[in-house]
């Protein structure tokens, strides 16, 4: 896919929202302009050969970093609860270290326990219902190998020119104060955007 540059057109996003509402699956749904990417992948700090799953990974571009940065050797699990999206990455993926599955991230996803470096949640905890939440953190704590990551970017709490409603945003304090993980840093991940990094020591 060509890229395109320069500042983020917030109107353009602001439209598609309008037209998406409503909308069952959210393939053409993603945060790709709105983040920095470089920041982002600078705060992951990811190694070759690393196992990386993408929850919630939309079109997969973040995948499609990580599977740069962790190389043959490695594994990307982009899981997503759309069919209709991991049915086309997967075929678009065929042949590399990406496994695209279907999947839901709040409950078990069948994928071996206390195998993955990190997860990453990009723009999909917002939207988690208090009983998914249980679920998610249940799941995420199953899955991470001791020490592994867990990175979740949210948009900022408070008025943006796009986004969910308010009451729906979470802060990173929220997040630190939901999840019984340990907390690392919180990064500006764009203009709108933060990421909230997390440990598992448990098993340490
Ligand atoms: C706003 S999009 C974000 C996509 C991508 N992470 C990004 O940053 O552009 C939210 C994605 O999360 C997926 N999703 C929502 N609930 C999920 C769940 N419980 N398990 C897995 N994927 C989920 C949706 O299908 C959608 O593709």
Redesign the pocket.
């Known amino acids: 896919m060509k890229e395109k540059s320069g500042p983020p057109d917030y109107s353009e996003i602001i439209a598609y929202e309008k037209r998406s509402e409503g909308k069952q ?2 393939r053409g ?4 302009r709105l983040l920095d990417k470089v920041a982002i992948l600078s705060a992951l700090a990811i190694e070759f050969a690393q196992t990386i799953l993408d ?4 079109n997969g571009y ?1 995948s499609k970093e990580f599977s740069q940065l962790v190389g043959p050797s490695g594994r990307v699990y982009a ?4 069919d209709t ?1 991991i049915a086309v990455l997967s075929e678009e993926t065929k042949g590399t270290n990406i496994v695209a599955m279907a ?4 409950t078990d996803t069948e994928l071996p326990a206390s195998t993955i470096d990190l997860i990453y949640l ?3 905890f917002h ?1 988690f219902s208090p009983k ?1 939440v249980k679920g998610f953190e249940a799941e995420v704590k199953r899955l991470l190998r001791p020490r592994g990551k867990l990175a979740i ?1 949210e948009i900022v709490k408070r008025t943006t020119p796009f986004g969910p409603p308010l009451n729906m945003r979470l802060s990173p304090e929220d997040l630190r104060h939901t999840l019984r993980l340990a907390a690392l840093d919180t990064v500006e991940v764009g203009e709108y955007f933060y990421m909230q990094l997390f440990e598992n020591r448990s098993s340490i």
Request: hydrophobic content about 25%; charged content about 20%.
């Open positions: 699956h959210h749904k993603t945060s790709e929850a919630g990974c939309g973040m899981l997503d609860s759309d999206g999947g839901d991230i709040t990009s723009t999909v939207i998914q970017v």
